[in-house]
């Protein structure tokens, strides 16, 4: 171990073996990230915990008593923070939670593990939710290819899915947070929220890397009737 500029220990992981540079490099970011460790001694699920925290710190687009959908929700940081402060635990509010992957029981969320891109998922998500939410968030990723180009198509595309089906389901006030990675591939998109939102801004929470592209796009005040998104 050694320090780093901040005087903190820094661990670096041995190299060889079968373990490839990007893994090697994975694996000691993650080992070195303060918001790694904190998330442990706060017992949340992933670091992910503190952006959403940090987001609606100064948006304040989760309140008491609102219905969230969390698309992409393993392994349930955003999860854990909705339903803390929509009273989900409580009965006030509500979280219903899916993804590819499955997630260890969360108190007040509601979680089916499913593909959010399968021709069912959007019915199976309304019988799930029982009527309108206020709130639709995704920290969804597509899988990437290597090539940025296609990359970044695939990422926008999920976020356009998640777009329209925030605009089917959402209340009139409503609000939708998405990742996304800064590209000039998101005009349009950007174009879509901003006739069906009253607010679109980009986001970028201190719990995000620094030397990441991710960002998160914050569309409030959902002008649309649920069931079709016209105004």
């Not at 948006?59 to 940081?77: I, M, R």
């Amino acid at each position: 171990m050694a320090k780093d500029t901040t005087g903190r220990l820094h661990v670096t992981v041995k190299s060889g073996g079968k373990r490839k540079l990007s893994s090697k490099l994975w694996l000691e970011r993650q080992l070195n990230d303060p918001y790694v460790a904190q998330a442990k001694r706060d017992g949340f699920r992933s670091r992910a915990a503190y952006k959403l925290r940090e987001m609606d710190d100064k948006h304040h687009f989760l309140k008491q008593g609102q219905v969230v959908v969390d698309l992409g929700a393993a392994p349930g940081g955003w999860s854990q923070i909705a339903a803390k402060r929509v009273g989900a635990v409580e009965g006030r509010g509500k979280v219903v939670a899916i993804d590819l992957l499955e997630m260890a029981e969360i108190p007040g969320v509601t979680f089916a593990q499913m593909d959010f891109l399968d021709a069912q998922a959007p019915e199976k998500l309304r019988v799930m939710i029982g009527g309108g939410a206020d709130v639709v968030m995704s920290d969804m990723a597509a899988n990437t290819t290597g090539h940025r180009k296609t990359d970044q198509l695939r990422i926008i595309g999920l976020v356009e899915n998640a777009a329209a089906f925030a605009c089917e389901i959402l209340n009139p006030g409503g609000a939708f947070l998405a990742k996304v990675f800064q590209s000039g591939a998101e005009a349009d998109l950007l174009a879509q929220l901003k006739r069906d939102f009253a607010t679109v801004k980009h986001v970028k929470p201190a719990a995000s890397r620094q030397d990441s592209s991710e960002r998160y796009v914050l569309a409030l005040g959902f002008r649309g009737v649920r069931g079709g998104g016209e105004t």
